[in-house]
């Protein structure tokens, strides 16, 4: 029985594989009949899994460290695997999914060395029928080699036996036969039965030696849209690190794929995912992803103070050359900053004797000039009290490295799954604000970005690692993919949503601020 695996995120993503074989593995190690090279999609990083047809069906297994899922549902043990589903190998991904075709599919068999290239993305790759369009939606996945039942492929033909087929009706009656007796009958069906479990037997013998054949079929790579194209040409190289001047600076690039980050079946996602935006600053005509943030109002974004000070100082200094952009990549969506506010009690209450004391009140809000299609829901009082030790939280964050965005790039949104450590109040501060500790595995820079509840609402806005206030390059023992978030207070944003005091809300440009130092890392964001 054939399977045909259509790959919907990461590097080699629009790739479809065709693989016959009685086990199938997917991960990082090269040896994998579907490998997900760490170094492009980093996500993948020790992840693997391994796909195997029992007497009931197909299974997956995750052979790998960290958590995978088929169709949002996490991997426990050996997991039924249908025909249609989606495999994700990571909280952000890549993803698979898994579709068993009709079992007279021919495939190709590579030996030795080619086996290796044929699973690798190559211009020269055998090319096979069209595979039937397929959904794409977002997918994780990792995992090492696993011993399973071995899947037997349809076996080969095997000639007739002129004696067991019906007789032609052309042929002389004499051709037939005489009859036999009931004794000769039972013999010839005990030695018949014999016959029929021998050649079985070979036939699973030879299935069991054969290795899965692997055809990589490329599906056509998309047209790029003429703006894209624009900006790739217009681009000049940057000249001792200033970047390059274009002639078109009025929207940064999108790339011409959209890469869907979580399926559509997924209540959270469908719920919030439209409302998430990304924050991205330009100069001379190029463009750097900058933080995340969320729609809240119709022309207001919640993000974090932090970087909502950086913008307002890069945003009012005519010298600096910047511009600031709200952005949807995967629907094109792009507005203009027209300004940031930072939530007064953080500039108010400075004591150089608590120097993290900001974490309780990071909260910033960057107004556009447009209309934001969707908003997402802020928790109220109610959310607000059922914040506790062990409660989950998923946080929402584009997938970046910081680095100058190309037409080629995919700034994928992803979610990840994390829990809540601890909950502190701060005694002293106006509203006794409160910060998240959060265990969670999370991309590089999610500065900004919102960590909604089980019901979709916003509890809290990212604000940093653990391992950055303590002075580490990279997390410790103990406090690796450690957070912190700062809770967000429905009656502090409507401050500035209903104009009920219009002190509660500074902007930065009238402060005066000094462009406040980012955390370990970040500062690939800023651009040069």
């Known amino acids: 029985m054939a399977v045909e695996i259509t790959i919907l995120s990461g590097q080699r993503q629009g790739e479809r594989l065709v693989l016959d074989g009685t086990k199938i593995r997917a991960g990082a190690e090269p040896t994998c009949d579907i490998v997900f090279d760490p170094s492009a999609d980093s996500s993948a990083r020790d992840r693997a899994v391994a796909l195997c047809l029992l007497d009931d069906g197909w299974y997956i297994q995750s052979t790998g460290h960290g958590q995978v899922f088929v169709n949002q549902s996490p991997v426990v043990g050996l997991t039924r695997l249908k025909s249609g589903s989606v495999v994700r190998m990571s909280e952000f991904g890549p993803e698979f999914e898994f579709r068993v075709v009709a079992s007279g599919h021919s495939s190709g068999r590579e030996s030795g060395g080619n086996a290796l290239a044929a699973r690798l993305p190559s211009a020269h790759a055998p090319s096979s029928p069209p595979a039937p369009s397929i959904a794409t939606t977002p997918s994780l996945a990792r995992a090492p080699s696993v011993a399973a039942a071995p899947l037997a492929p349809p076996p080969p033909p095997v000639p007739a ?91 940064p690039p999108v790339s011409a794929a959209a890469i869907p980050a979580s399926p559509a079946t997924d209540p959270l996602w469908a719920q919030v995912s439209g409302g998430v935006l990304l924050i991205q600053v330009e100069k001379a005509g190029q463009f750097w992803p900058f933080a995340g943030c969320c729609a809240i109002a119709e022309n207001v974004a919640l993000t974090s103070a932090r970087e909502a000070i950086q913008l307002g100082v890069w945003l009012h200094d005519p010298q600096s050359g910047f511009k600031g952009w709200v952005t949807h990549p995967a629907t094109g969506l792009k507005l203009p900053i027209q300004g940031t506010r930072i939530y007064a009690v953080r500039v108010s209450s400075p004591d150089q004797q608590k120097p993290n004391d900001w974490l309780y009140t990071n909260l910033g809000l960057v107004i556009v000039d447009g209309s934001l299609p969707k908003t997402v829901a802020l928790a109220g009082p109610d959310d607000w009290a059922q914040l506790a030790p062990g409660k989950p939280v998923h946080a929402f964050c584009y997938v970046h490295e910081g680095d100058v965005i190309t037409p080629e790039d995919r700034l994928a949104l992803g979610t990840a799954a994390g829990k809540i450590l601890f909950i502190n109040a701060h005694p002293e501060l106006p509203g006794k604000p409160r910060v998240l500790g959060v265990k969670a595995d999370l991309p590089k820079f999610p500065q900004g970005s919102p960590l909604v509840n089980a019901q979709g609402k916003v509890v809290a806005v990212y604000s940093a690692t653990v391992a950055e206030l303590e002075g580490q390059s990279q997390g410790g023992p103990g406090i690796e993919n450690m957070h912190y978030a700062t809770v967000i207070h429905p009656g502090v944003i409507d401050l500035w949503l209903k104009k009920s005091d219009g002190t509660a809300w500074v902007s ?21």
């Open 161 to 251: 036996e002129p004696p067991l087929l019906a007789a032609s009706p052309s042929a002389p009656a004499a051709a037939s036969p005489p009859p036999s007796s009931p004794r000769d009958s039972g013999r010839l069906a005990v030695m018949a039965g014999f016959g029929v479990l021998a050649l079985l037997l070979v036939l699973v013998l030879f299935k069991l030696s054969s290795p899965p054949a692997v055809v990589v079929v490329p599906s056509p790579a998309p047209p790029a849209s003429d703006s894209a194209s624009a900006a790739s040409a217009d681009r000049q190289p940057a000249v001792e690190g200033v970047p390059g001047k274009a002639d078109s600076a009025t929207s």
């Open 508 to 528: 930065t440009a009238e402060l005066g601020l000094p462009a406040p130092g980012r955390g370990s890392g970040a500062e690939k964001q800023t651009p040069r």
